[in-house]
Nanobody, 127 residues
Framework: QVQLVESGGGSVQSGGSLTLSCAVTGSTSSRYFMAWFRQAPGKEREGVAAIAADGSTTYADSVKGRFTVSRDTAKNTVYLQMNSLKPEDTAVYYC?????????????????????WGQGTQVTVSS
């Protein structure tokens, strides 16, 4: 059974940086299409960034140039480096994995198509 465990959330001021981690257990992360989603209070869950098994990445327009998704196969972990954070980035961030996806339009993808989810980690950006 694949399990995803996020960590690294916290509170930062506008313009600050955070790095989220998603540790994968029960399988090899490189086999999966991995993505980061976020959900702000009262809003729908939205895709932020994704990394495919071949290492290709995609980003939502709202975070392009500020966020970087990466994978460390030795640690079986996926990361989301977030720079130049804005108050509107405040949300619970979730890691997701799917064994069949090859690519998605991360900004508009339906979250329900992903097989596995982490429990989420809170990111709060103050102005």
């Amino acid at each position: 059974q694949v399990q995803l465990v996020e960590s690294g959330g916290g509170s930062v001021q506008s313009g600050g940086s955070l790095t989220l981690s998603c540790a994968v257990t029960g399988s090899t992360s490189s086999r999966y299409f991995m993505a980061w989603f976020r959900q702000a209070p009262g809003k729908e869950r939205e895709g932020v960034a994704a990394i495919a098994a071949d290492g290709s990445t995609t980003y939502a327009d709202s975070v392009k140039g500020r966020f970087t998704v990466s994978r460390d196969t030795a640690k079986n972990t996926v990361y989301l480096q977030m720079n130049s954070l804005k108050p509107e980035d405040t949300a619970v961030y979730y890691c997701a994995a799917d064994s069949t996806l090859l690519s998605v339009v991360i900004g508009t993808v339906d979250p329900s198509i992903f097989e596995f989810w982490g429990q989420g980690t809170q990111v709060t950006v103050s102005s």
